[in-house]
């Protein structure tokens, strides 16, 4: 186990993680597949590990550590650009203490022991789940089958009946998904702990999101104008790439083919939504939900901008406190989770 920690795990030779990778097939359920090591490198930040795959989903490495998570106070402090605009933004709601704001954002700062696991790469939607036409026409009948043939002639790359179906061009093919209503919490948690996985805790979670950071956002104290957002676009309408860490190629892709920055993997080979509306599950530490990366979109919709709108899904700690008060069924919709397998008995 302790070779699995963070600090031992970077100083292994190549040949040497191989050989614990292997081993990690052990541990995982049937079907599982090592692939190979990878290096992912992001806001300063390098993990070199191995990739694996599991019933065509991507599930990679991440070492265990000890870490300090949670945000009350700055580390090196926000820049002018920033400070002046988030001062503008949140003073128009009544808000004059900044810090006192953000930190009410946040979760609060404590320590931290973090299992090695391997981790899916992408999220899966909670809401929605990937059907055939056939089983789609079973539950919807003839108002599917002519909103897909209309698609099919259209020019539109997706449509959504609400909590219904959902339509998305893949190429020549149409990609269906219907909602999935009828999914509990224990339900979910009883198929995944049967299947060999588990879901992220708030812990795994801002640790595999910011690295154990101690500044407010995984990169620095200071907002990225740079970045091209989900719901804004390029901030700053630039073309050129600016994160040495991109590979140089992206550079002549064209502006609207670039992918969303805060979509991008990160230092540990994970992606996330990046993108305010929708959430995370995570459990805390007493089985209750915590939603994490977002805030279905609240901040944004009041109209805060950029900065505010959309530190749930780019601050390392925010915690959505208004998750609670709302039902199960309110945020399917917009839930979104990835399975954990954690390797607390590799010998």
């Not at 909670?126 to 698609?151: D, R, Y």
């Not at 999914?183 to 708030?202: K, P, S, V, Y």
Request: aromatic share 10%.
């Amino acid at each position: 186990m302790e070779a699995l920690t963070r600090d031992i795990w970077a100083g292994l030779s190549v040949q040497e993680k191989e050989e614990l990778l292997h081993g990690m097939i052990a541990l995982c359920p049937a079907g599982m597949e090592y692939i190979g090591v990878r290096t992912f490198e992001r806001f300063g930040q390098r993990t070199e590990s191995g990739i694996f795959m599991h019933a065509g989903r991507e599930f990679v490495f991440v070492p265990g550590d000890h870490v300090t998570l949670g945000w009350s106070q700055w580390q090196d402090g926000m820049n002018e650009q920033t400070s002046a605009d988030l001062s503008e933004t949140v003073s128009e709601y009544g808000v004059e203490d900044v810090d006192s704001f953000l930190a009410s954002q946040m979760s609060p700062v404590r320590e931290a022991a973090i299992a090695p696991m391997l981790v899916e790469c992408h999220t899966q939607s909670l809401g929605w789940i990937e059907v055939t036409e056939e089983e789609a026409l079973a539950v919807h009948g003839s108002e599917f089958a002519a909103e897909l043939e209309q698609f099919k002639h259209s020019d539109l790359k997706g449509l959504e009946q609400y909590q219904a179906f959902r339509l998305e061009r893949q190429g020549e093919e149409v990609r269906i998904q219907r909602y999935n209503e009828e999914l509990t919490l224990e339900a979910l948690l009883e198929g995944q702990a049967e299947a060999g996985f588990g879901l992220l805790t708030e812990d795994e979670w801002e640790y595999l999101y910011g690295g154990g950071c101690r500044t407010l956002f995984p990169w620095g104290d200071s907002f990225d104008y740079t970045m091209k957002l989900k719901h804004f676009g390029r901030l700053e309408g630039l073309t050129e790439i600016v994160d040495e860490s991109v590979e140089t190629d992206l550079a002549l892709v064209a502006e609207d083919e670039m992918p969303y920055d805060l979509e991008r993997p990160n230092f540990f080979g994970l992606q996330f939504a990046g993108d305010p509306y929708k959430v995370e599950l995570t459990m805390d530490c007493t089985g209750g939900v915590l939603l994490k990366g977002g805030d279905g979109g609240e901040m944004i919709c009041g109209g805060m901008g950029p900065l505010v709108g959309y530190l749930p899904a780019s601050a390392a700690y925010y915690r959505n406190s208004n998750a609670n008060e709302l039902d199960w069924e309110d945020w399917m919709d917009s839930m979104y989770y990835r399975r954990v397998i954690r390797l607390t008995d590799l010998t």
